[in-house]
Every structure is written in C-alpha cells, then in structure tokens.
C-alpha cells in the first residue's frame, strides 16, 4: 500500500527557514518522479517542485524559484523540501505527491501537471509564515 507522510510544518516569521519531509512507502521510490504542491487559504492547488526519480533533474514555480530547493534520499525513501526567505504568501498546506507514471520525467514549466497525473498524496503539512 502506497503512502506518504508529510512533517515539517510549523508557524515561522517572514525571512526564516524550513524543511519539509515526505517519508514514502509501499513502492519502489526511486521509479517515480516526486512533487511537492500547495493549497493557501481559499485558494486552489498550486504546484511547487518537481524531482525526478533519481534527483537528476529539478524544476520549480516562479513563485519559489530560487528560495526553495527540493531533493530526495533514496536510501531513507525521503523527500524534502527546502524553504529558504520565507514570505507570508507561502502560507498553506504542502502535500508531496507521486507521478502515477513510472520513469516519466520532466522539465521546467512541463513538469507542473494536472492532479490526474498523480495517484498518490499525503496528508497535508501546514506552513504558516506570519509576524
């Protein structure tokens, strides 16, 4: 059985750093390319970062360009998200989520794909970034 268990979340202040883990099981991680999306407060769905399944290649949205870094260990079937200079707009739930397709790979503004594309997803973190 497929899961995925997101932790990290917390409140921070504007400028402040944090790091979310996605703790996969119940598939060979390393066949599946990894995301990491967001939901704000009234808000829709919003892709944030795509790896491949490896971590060879990486891509982010403008919005976090350049802030947040994303990598996975492949040995502790890990995903993480790094959240550099934090602003109150990246307030929201983060979910990591599975491609649905093995071996699919991505770039760029490509790899932010419609929800169907997924088949599995966590739970949810909260991140608050708030003075």
């Known amino acids: 059985q497929v899961q995925l268990v997101e932790s990290g979340g917390a409140l921070v202040q504007p400028g402040e750093s944090l790091t979310l883990s996605c703790a996969a099981s119940?598939?060979?991680?390393?066949?599946?390319?990894m995301s990491w999306l967001r939901q704000a407060p009234g808000k829709g769905l919003e892709w944030v970062s795509t790896i491949s399944r490896v971590g060879g290649n990486r891509a982010y949205a403008d919005s976090v360009k350049g802030r947040f870094t994303i990598s996975r260990d492949t040995d502790k079937n890990t995903l993480y998200l790094q959240m550099n200079n934090l602003k109150p707009e990246d307030t929201a739930v983060y979910y990591c989520a599975k491609y649905k397709i093995p071996n699919l790979t991505c770039s760029g503004a490509g790899c932010n794909r419609p929800d169907k594309d997924y088949d599995a997803w966590g739970q949810g973190t909260q991140v608050t970034v708030s003075s």
């Open positions: 119940g598939f060979t991680f390393t066949t599946y390319s």
